[in-house]
């Protein structure tokens, strides 16, 4: 199988996946560089498996997406096995991990399946969405974010989406990756016990 196979060249998430292998000793990297491709990576995360990263246009701050690293265009083309395994275990971390270190209660998990469901990036990836109170003083330093869009139930807004700011997007990342190491390291801690 060739390399163009596993990480066709026009597929945006295939070039994040070329420019960050997996992370080691632990799979949450510690500092990544977000210049490595452009525009710029927020990296949450990064194993054999899946990778995890800030969207670039996100519908509420700390919108994060989970992908797969082979490319597989929807969730139909995953094989059992690896990376539906590892699948299955980055998401509730990742759920868990948002939720406390956004200080969020709400949040929605979107997956999109072909251009007629919405999708735009035809390579598996989840939405991890943040839903904040009502409220709730916004993340943000820009002042651009309609509070309205912050408590409504919208899925795909596109209206509300703006760029996200490298500046904000390096200290938010940095926070969701302390959680997500947290998360983790308690999780690998509690399966050595079994």
Known sequence: MSLETHYPSSCPFCRICNAYPASTPSPVPINPDATQV???CHLILSTP???AFLDIMPISPGHVLLITRDHHEKLSDVPLGPTADALGLWMPLMARALAKSLDIED????QNNGARAAQVVPHVHFHFVPRYKEG????????HVDMGMLKS???FG????EDLDDAEAVLLAANIREGLRKEYDATYTDRLKL
Do not use: A, C, F, Y
Request: charged share 30%; proline share 4%; glycine share 12%.
């Open 153 to 155: 139930w919208r899925m």
């Open 49 to 51: 498996h899946v990778l």
């Open 38 to 40: 452009d525009p710029q």
């Open 136 to 143: 709730r003083k916004e993340i943000s330093g820009k002042g």
């Open 158 to 161: 596109r209206g509300t989406r």
């Open 107 to 110: 949040w929605n998990v979107i």
